[in-house]
């Protein structure tokens, strides 16, 4: 049952990784197409800290203790419930987190890069494969040490972390959410 059950998971998250790659790859290549280098570094900056983000919470889901979270639930704090989903299903989070969005956000910002570079490079005589260089090596820099820190903030704030993203759930999903009338005492 618990092969089963894995085999699914496995199908669903290679099928969504396709589709969150397909709508990041869209999105950034209409905003790169018409987009003058100050935009494009700016929504450059936006994927690498989409990455960054979203390695904190795949980090902090797996470091969180259920504990607070309940003790939160119990005084029915906003987002408690969706904090506490995210807590049981720390592997599942996790792998969409780090994997899915972190990785896909990591695969864009280096193919961004790449157009940015060859655009300069093909505008200005002055700009080299030196250019490529630099810019490369300053996204990766940023990257790999901007997920650097937010492992660490991560691990040392996984309540917090992990309860802004149960608000934030809980925000997005209330249109969603069935309305009960409440009962006469």
Sequence with gaps: MKKKNNFRWVISVTLSSVAVS????????ETLSGAGYITAFL???VFIMLGVVF???GVAVTAVSPGPLHSMAARRERGSAEAIA???NAEKVSSVCNDVVGDISGIISGTMVAVIATRLVERFSFATVLTQLVISAAVTGLTIGGKALGKTTAINNSTAI???AGKLIHLFSAPFRARTPKRKK
Excluded: E, P
Aim: hydrophobic fraction near 65%; aromatic fraction near 10%; avoid cysteine.
């Design 22 to 29: 397909s709508v990041f790859t869209l999105v950034s290549s």
């Design 43 to 45: 929504f450059l900056l």
């Design 55 to 57: 390695d904190m919470i």
């Design 86 to 88: 995210l807590a049981r």
């Design 162 to 164: 992990i309860i802004r």
